[in-house]
């Protein structure tokens, strides 16, 4: 009897593991700086962001995709355009980096502003490090836009997609010169005026 119970529970277990959905901590990686609309929702920056807060990382979907969540309907929030979706101010030539909590092989990082890939980068299927970095050249696209960054893994048919807002060229704070210099200002004639390059 005592055996018969011991199998039940032994039974019990391993339907409960197939039951249970993998943990996110096994998931993949999202763009936080400039912070995506995935690091936004966790980091408590906008609200009502649905289960994207506690797993940022795992918007993993079909390659191909060109919308926020990567075609997930668990993760529809992030094409909310109704959302105080927080800009951050840059100029044209902006460092993306992506956190890795697995690090697949990839085959290439692209990145689109609207239907157009402003850049991509080859990396011919090897694995990348846990915090990979692209420096990325806006054109001539200014204002407020919104780039959907797409990792596409070598081994799969999937892609992971992050949506980050940005101000590009037109909020510059005036009190942080480094800042100005890196995003492409430089001072002009008077302390407080500055002009774009």
Request: glycine share 10%; hydrophobic share 40%; proline share 8%.
């Amino acid at each position: 009897m005592r055996h018969q119970r011991a199998l039940a529970a032994v039974g019990l277990a391993s339907l409960l593991l197939v039951a249970l959905p993998a943990s996110p901590a096994a998931a993949h990686g999202y763009v936080n700086a400039p912070p995506s609309r995935q690091a936004d929702c966790a980091q408590g920056r906008v609200g009502d962001c649905g289960p994207i807060v506690w797993e940022p990382q795992s918007v993993e979907g079909p390659k191909g995709q060109k919308n926020c969540p990567g075609g997930l309907p668990q993760f529809a929030q992030l094409s909310d355009e109704t959302k105080a979706w927080p800009a951050t101010p840059v100029g044209r030539r902006v460092e993306f980096t992506w956190t890795l909590t697995a690090r697949h092989a990839t085959t290439t990082w692209e990145y689109f502003i609207g239907e157009t890939r402003i850049a991509v980068f080859d990396d011919h299927g090897g694995r990348p490090a846990a915090t990979v970095r692209h420096t990325v050249d806006l054109g001539a696209h200014t204002g407020r836009q919104k780039v959907l960054a797409v990792w596409n893994i070598a081994d799969t048919p999937m892609a992971f997609y992050n949506c980050v807002d940005l101000d590009v060229g037109t909020s510059l704070r005036a009190t942080d010169p480094n800042s100005r210099r890196q995003a492409g200002w430089e001072p002009g004639t008077a302390p407080s005026r500055w002009h774009r390059l």
